[in-house]
């Protein structure tokens, strides 16, 4: 796995866990 595809999946586990608390 590359840093570039681990920042990827970061960043969309983050959107993912951000959108209950942005409601």
Do not use: G, N, V
């Not at 570039?4 to 608390?21: D, E, G, N, V």
Request: charged share 10%; proline share 4%; net charge positive.
């Amino acid at each position: 796995m590359t840093f570039q595809q681990f920042s990827a999946t970061c960043l969309q586990r983050m959107k993912h866990y951000m959108q209950p608390i942005q409601m």
